[in-house]
């Protein structure tokens, strides 16, 4: 089993910055592909971001691209979340996701899923 751990959400005003961790433990030899997604009050969960093992590939929503970077530490087994230039429709829980398949936006192929950390952003 692999177990992960988000942190860093919080309220913060209209562009502004946050940046998300997400720390994982257990079998993480087993962890391929580490995404992020998020899911706002009364609406389905999305794909926000991605990033392949080694790093060198990532993936993001449209609606992230530019403002939003992924990147990971695989000696600390960490994944982080840069967002910056962050808007009021950002305003969400966060889920980090683990996944043993190559890298993709698919929510069906992650294995592991976090408790979530929530983001909000004031107008």
């Known amino acids: 089993q692999v177990q992960l751990v988000e942190s860093g959400g919080g309220l913060v005003q209209a562009g502004g910055s946050l940046r998300l961790s997400c720390a994982a433990s257990?079998?993480?030899?087993?962890?391929?592909?580490m995404g992020w997604f998020r899911q706002a009050p009364g609406k389905e969960r999305k794909f926000v971001a991605a990033?392949?093992?080694?790093?060198?590939?990532?993936l993001y929503a449209d609606s992230v691209k530019g403002r939003f970077t992924i990147s990971r530490d695989n000696a600390k087994n960490t994944v982080y979340l840069q967002m910056n230039n962050l808007k009021p429709e950002d305003t969400a829980n966060y889920y980090c996701a683990a996944s043993q398949f190559r890298i993709t936006t698919i929510e069906g192929r992650y294995n592991y899923w976090g408790q979530g950390t929530q983001v909000t952003v004031s107008s």
């Open positions: 990033i392949s093992s080694s790093g060198g590939s990532t």
């Open positions: 257990g079998r993480t030899f087993s962890i391929a592909t």
